[in-house]
């Protein structure tokens, strides 16, 4: 498992001596009634894909993300309810695959990757949701899918400093280009933008209109710097995915461009990057298996690697 690779590389044993309270913490999270307490999965029955959804009402999803992507899979069960997050696993194409659903933010995010992370066999994380867009040719119903991810967000920089990259991984990118040509949608490949606030942070007014002389210039700098779309937990996913071994991705619809006064949409362009995602993993499952079939050494930690 891609948890004991971690655990193996050499300088963590140097932390773990410093750390006064290593035999006081419960080393692999905190368990309720044998199940992650996060999520409450069974670890058994995610699936090799993980995609990584948010409650947002500005997607314009009928209910539950994982109620609505569900009706896409086959055979779809719920694998675990905490209140906090939903899981579900199905099959797409013969490619299994689970759908978590939560909160918005890096966060939140945290705690269900963590809890899938470390007790799961899933190998790929690929955040599927809603943005804003701040490329100049971005317009709302088109698709991001993210070669790399700037981290203007906290919670990553617990983790790693801010210079480490939050790159997707290149077969993520690639399967998901690939997918989005296959189907005809309209889609950009570049930088995603992931934030903590959703108002000033991103440039946005607050409250009563509320600015300060820092937030005005926010897009506009990343406008400058080529960053295609902004949303809150691309971050975290690819960033986390890369420390630990796996493979990671996002991809995101777009629902408006302040940059370009375009209006906000609702839902736009969603339910296109919903099918792109799930073919993009059906041809990384494939990549996978001819691997596999081939005897190739696999990029997978739990391969060899």
Not at 64 to 82: F, K, M, N, R, Y
Not at 83 to 97: D, K
């Amino acid at each position: 498992m891609s948890r004991d690779e971690v655990a193996r590389r050499a300088a963590l044993s140097q932390i773990h001596d410093r750390y006064p309270y290593w035999n006081n913490v419960p080393h692999r999270g905190l368990m309720v009634d044998g199940r992650p307490a996060m999520t409450r999965i069974d670890p058994d029955k995610v699936g090799g894909f993980v995609l990584v959804t948010v409650r947002d009402p500005l997607i314009a999803y009928a209910g539950d993300p994982t109620s609505h992507i569900g009706e896409l899979l086959e055979d779809a069960e719920v694998i675990g309810q905490s209140g906090m997050f939903t899981s579900i696993t199905g099959s797409y194409r013969g490619t299994r695959i689970t759908v978590v659903s939560g909160g918005s933010g890096s966060s939140e995010a945290e705690l269900l990757l963590y809890d899938f992370m470390e007790f799961s066999p899933a190998h790929t994380y690929l955040r599927v949701g809603g943005s804003g867009g701040i490329g100049t040719d971005v317009k709302p119903g088109d698709i991001v899918i993210s070669s790399g991810v700037v981290r203007e967000e906290g919670m990553t920089r617990a983790y790693v400093d801010r210079a480490y990259p939050a790159a997707s991984h290149y077969e993520v990118i690639a399967a998901m280009a690939e997918a989005a040509n296959t189907l005809g949608a309209d889609y950009h490949v570049g930088v995603t933008l992931s934030v903590d606030s959703d108002f000033v942070g991103v440039g946005r007014p607050g409250v009563g209109g509320y600015l300060q002389p820092w937030n005005i210039e926010m897009l506009a700098t990343y406008n400058r710097a080529g960053v295609l779309n902004g949303d809150r937990e691309s971050a975290a996913v690819v960033t986390l995915a890369a420390l630990f071994g796996f493979r990671g991705g996002s991809i995101c619809s777009v629902a408006d461009n302040v940059i370009t006064n375009a209006a906000f949409s609702h839902g736009a362009g969603h339910a296109r990057a919903i099918d792109v995602a799930l073919e993009g993993c059906v041809l990384l499952d494939r990549m996978d298996r001819k691997r596999t079939a081939a005897g190739k050494r696999h990029w997978l930690p739990s391969m060899g690697l």
